[in-house]
């Protein structure tokens, strides 16, 4: 299981690089326009997963990290958002490298964001593929709502990954 999610990080770092890059076609006012998806825009979904990657990374650590909300905008415009998301893929590669295959065992208990007062105890696999499936399934949100744009949106299926790897292709 170690080594499905330390694929898993370099899988989430790629299609991470690849959004980012098409956004950056964008102009500012496409890319921070509102739209029908979930956090309004492409800006504050890409905010989201990078804040809820946070949220749950310093849960899984037995750390406190207490965003205002699940909306909270980290970063205000894309530059600031992609740096960010780039030394957060290489600290999460770095942390899932670390683990063995007993940490993933070990029971988080943290407290929730929306529910005031409740807790929650989640084993650190649990977490990870939790953190993984969000981001993809947010990911293809954005990935759709770059369909509606003259950026062509990218490939993202994992398959892709594969290739780009075998061939020395970082992304």
Not at 38 to 48: A, K, P, R, V
Not at 106 to 128: A, F, P
Not at 135 to 141: D, I, N, S, W
Not at 156 to 162: A, M, Y
Request: charged share 25%; glycine share 4%.
């Amino acid at each position: 299981m170690i080594d499905y999610f330390q694929m898993m990080t370099r899988y989430n770092q790629w299609a991470n690089k690849r959004i980012y890059r098409t956004c950056r076609f964008l102009s500012d006012d496409d890319y921070l326009q509102s739209r029908a998806m979930y956090f309004g825009s492409i800006h504050s979904c890409l905010n989201h997963i990078l804040l809820l990657d946070q949220l749950w990374k310093t849960r899984a650590q037995g750390r406190e990290f207490k965003p205002s909300s699940l909306d909270q905008v980290l970063y205000p415009d894309l530059e600031s958002l992609t740096a960010a998301r780039e030394v957060a893929d290489e600290r999460l590669i770095e942390w899932v490298d670390s683990l063995d295959t007993q940490q993933l065992g070990t029971t988080v208990t943290y407290h929730s964001v929306t529910r005031e007062n409740q807790v929650g105890h989640r084993k650190i696999r649990e977490i990870l593929a939790h953190l993984f499936n969000h981001q993809t399934h947010h990911r293809g949100q954005v990935h759709d709502q770059l369909s509606g744009t003259y950026a062509k949106p990218p490939e993202l299926d994992v398959i892709h990954f594969f290739i780009d790897t075998e061939q020395g292709r970082p992304g």
